[in-house]
């Protein structure tokens, strides 16, 4: 395991609340770190389609 000894952020003044450096893009569309917060999200669970595709 790699050990971090200091954060992505260099300045407090850069850390905003549902902001990250490297947004993550899900394939439902929902991006993780965009700015936009949404609250409660599981992304573990994933409903299936009637073709077995992830929706």
Sequence with gaps: MRNLVKTAYSDLKHFVYGK???PVKCRNGVEIG???VY???NFTKTEK???GRAI
């Design 20 to 22: 990250a450096l490297s």
């Design 34 to 36: 965009g700015g936009d």
């Design 39 to 41: 609250p409660e999200l």
């Design 49 to 51: 389609s009637p073709h």
